[in-house]
């Protein structure tokens, strides 16, 4: 950004120059989406604390619709296959990771910044925002551990009883797992995959057990609108009542 924009004032953003912009950077328009409310972001920031008069528009391209892959329940049993065996210590961080994501539907980063002293096995609890932290738009919920995924929380906790990450590769702290996940993904054959794709599986499983829509979003720590948009039609009863209602009318 800063090669196009740093040589302009803040009067000069507008929609003309944001279009100029998209142009040139030339690339997808979630892209774009993301850079450009990055600067509407860094705008509003200044405004509030009092270094602008006012805050310029910011043309963001319209959003396009999310992928809507899931995972299904042979599709999940192959990747965690897949994972369990491969070489090296890929083996003994990513089955736990590929479990997290499922039963606890987390992003990506606040699984892998989890440190022990955030869960809590005795009550069966996980509280996905670390200590001292705010809250920001990418809530971090804090939910009670299902059964099946706190027993292997507890193994791990054994075996690692000095460590301080719950997803770690020889006790540090892993940044990302979006190689060695392509791998699993690869030797699984289960495609168009990513470690996102576990968090819309566990919103999508939900759904298509009839849980409601309030208490997956409180579970995936997101907004009611958001959940709605995502998994209403994956929901057995979605619209049920429209349909009923219209059924019942006599013409």
């Known amino acids: 950004m800063i090669d196009f924009w740093e040589s302009n004032t803040v009067a000069e953003i507008s929609k003309q120059t944001c279009g100029a912009y998209m142009r040139e950077r030339a690339k997808s328009h979630g892209t774009m989406r993301r850079e450009l409310g990055v600067l509407r972001a860094a705008l509003n920031f200044a405004h509030s604390e009092g270094r602008l008069i006012y805050v310029p528009p910011v043309l963001l391209p319209p959003k396009t619709p999310g992928k809507d892959r899931w995972l299904t329940r042979r599709e999940a049993?192959?990747?965690l296959n897949a994972a369990r065996t491969a070489s090296g210590p890929v083996r003994l961080?990513?089955?736990?990771?590929?479990?997290?994501?499922l039963y606890t539907g987390?992003?990506?980063?606040?699984?892998?910044?989890?440190?022990?002293?955030?869960?809590?096995?005795?009550?069966?609890?996980?509280?996905?925002?670390?200590?001292?932290e705010r809250q920001s738009n990418k809530r971090r919920a804090?939910?009670?551990?299902?059964?099946?995924?706190?027993?292997?929380l507890k193994r791990a906790?054994?075996?690692?009883?000095?460590?301080?990450y719950v997803i770690h590769r020889d006790g540090k702290k892993i940044d990302d797992v979006k190689h060695s996940?392509?791998?699993a993904c690869i030797k699984a054959e289960v495609f168009e995959v990513t470690p996102h794709t576990l968090r819309?599986?566990?919103?999508t499983w939900l759904a298509q057990q009839g849980v409601s829509l309030f208490e997956i979003g409180g579970w995936l720590g997101q907004s009611n609108e958001r959940t709605?948009?995502?998994?209403?039609?994956?929901?057995?009863?979605f619209l049920t009542n429209a349909k009923q209602a219209l059924e019942g009318r006599q013409f």
């Open 142 to 152: 804090k939910i009670p551990i299902p059964n099946k995924l706190l027993g292997h």
């Open 106 to 132: 987390a992003r990506k980063s606040a699984i892998l910044s989890l440190r022990w002293p955030q869960i809590d096995l005795e009550n069966g609890l996980i509280d996905f925002l670390p200590p001292g």
């Open 228 to 237: 709605v948009e995502l998994y209403a039609h994956h929901h057995p009863d």
């Open 157 to 164: 906790r054994y075996r690692g009883s000095d460590l301080d």
């Open 181 to 183: 996940f392509a791998s």
């Open 200 to 203: 819309h599986t566990c919103g």
């Open 77 to 79: 049993a192959m990747l």
């Open 93 to 101: 961080y990513l089955p736990l990771f590929i479990l997290m994501g």
